[in-house]
């Protein structure tokens, strides 16, 4: 039987979920894969629960209970004297401070698996170091949850790029929370303020709605798929249309905005009111390859087109590529919530699981 060792990181809409799923998953995979998954230890960011048994039926009241507050190097001294191996560190956070940490994770002797984009979308400096360090300790980082959360984005792109297939544009609905909010506003008669509200009870939303509304996640997205194409492009270089007015923006905190979302709407209904009757508007990413330009807008479809006729919190990615010529490659579904995401963490666990 391998054993594998899973210590995660975020307890929230994505690390809560995959907990439940790999619970559900574990007998399965130890008899048709021979594989254990266990999870020694569960993190948020100020309490961790150090498993005893293997069993963790009611870890949500056992992290609440049983969890203390800790530093990483409680983890690292926990799971080195247990002398568990094949050892990988779940990033389920938004944090961008905890991606520093992935080093003394790595030295520590862990694989890392993320949900968070934040690691892949720092400086080229970082990105290219983080490399240098998984390489010279033989680990491995797992991040398809990336872009399109559960939908094969990166490794497809990945072995695209890798069997010289020439990747000329990728142009997408690269977040399922703006899906959701443009496919419900241009339906529904409701406030912009009020849908926000609701992608964010559904779980589609960056725990701070702003990330997705200014641009920034999708642009992550934008930069991580250049990057897996070679692309060397900083964060700065994306041109992204911000749809949050400066005053309520990241300078203050997520308390103010939330209260005043209501602001937002004029805004948005006016641009609502100028659509033409068979239009929608659409939240897209675009990536020209070729050109070497990531942009990110707002733009006018119409109804009847793929984006335009897109539903719920779907996404959907045209690959365009030298052999597919002038149709491009689709990748459509559902682009965020925490189901197919955690879902997509525990495929990256298994396929790093295989390597093991
Ligand atoms: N929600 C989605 O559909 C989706 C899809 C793909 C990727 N993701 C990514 O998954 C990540 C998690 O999203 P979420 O919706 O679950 O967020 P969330 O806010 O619900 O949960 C975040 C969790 O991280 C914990 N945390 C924060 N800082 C920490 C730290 N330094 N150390 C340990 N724990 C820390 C918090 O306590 C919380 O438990 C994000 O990076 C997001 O971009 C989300
Ligand atoms: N907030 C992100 C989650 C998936 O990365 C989105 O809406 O696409």
Redesign the pocket.
């Known amino acids: 039987m391998k054993k594998i060792n899973i210590v995660l990181?975020?307890?929230?809409?994505?690390?809560?979920k995959l907990v439940d799923q790999l619970l559900e998953a574990r007998e399965s995979l130890r008899q048709k894969e021979g594989v254990e998954l266990n999870l020694p230890v569960i993190?948020?960011?100020?309490r961790a629960y150090f498993q005893k048994e293997n069993q963790q039926p009611s870890w949500e009241a056992d992290l609440n209970t049983l969890g203390v507050s800790y530093k990483l190097e409680d983890i690292l001294e926990y799971v080195k004297k247990q002398g568990y191996e094949n050892l990988i560190a779940v990033?389920?956070?938004?944090?961008e401070?905890?991606v520093d940490?992935y080093f003394h994770l790595i030295e520590a002797g862990f694989h890392i698996v993320?949900?968070?984009?934040?690691a892949n979308t720092r400086s080229s400096k970082f990105y290219g170091s983080l490399r240098q360090k998984l390489q010279e300790h033989n680990r491995f980082f797992f991040y398809e949850?990336?872009v399109g959360?559960g939908l094969p984005i990166v490794e497809t792109l990945r072995n695209f790029h890798r069997s010289n297939e020439r990747v000329t544009r990728v142009r997408g609905v690269f977040s399922?929370?703006l899906s959701y909010i443009f496919n419900t506003y241009c339906e529904e008669d409701k406030a912009f303020s009020e849908i926000l509200a609701e992608a964010g009870e559904k779980?589609?939303?960056?725990?701070d709605p702003r990330?997705d509304l200014s641009g920034k996640?999708v642009a992550r997205k934008l930069l991580i798929l250049g990057r897996e194409l070679g692309l060397e492009k900083e964060f700065e270089e994306i041109t992204i249309q911000d749809l949050v007015p400066a005053h309520l923006n990241g300078e203050s905190s997520l308390k103010n905005f939330q209260e005043k979302k209501e602001e937002l709407n004029p805004f948005f209904l006016n641009l609502k009111q100028n659509l033409e009757q068979d239009e929608v508007i659409r939240h897209v990413g675009e990536l020209d390859v070729t050109r070497g330009t990531l942009e990110v807008k707002l733009v006018k479809e119409k109804k009847a087109s793929a984006f335009g006729a897109l539903k719920h919190a779907d996404s959907s990615f045209e690959i365009y590529a030298e052999s597919y010529g002038e149709r491009p490659l689709v990748i459509q579904g559902a682009?965020?919530?925490?189901a197919?995401?955690a879902r997509?963490v525990v495929s990256d666990i298994l396929q790093l699981a295989e390597k093991l």
Do not use: I
């Open positions: 990181f975020g307890t929230g809409n994505v690390g809560s993190a948020n960011s100020t990033d389920a956070t938004a944090s401070e905890f940490k993320a949900a968070n984009k934040v949850t990336n959360a399922g929370s779980g589609f939303t960056e725990p990330v996640d682009g965020a919530g925490a197919v995401t997509g």
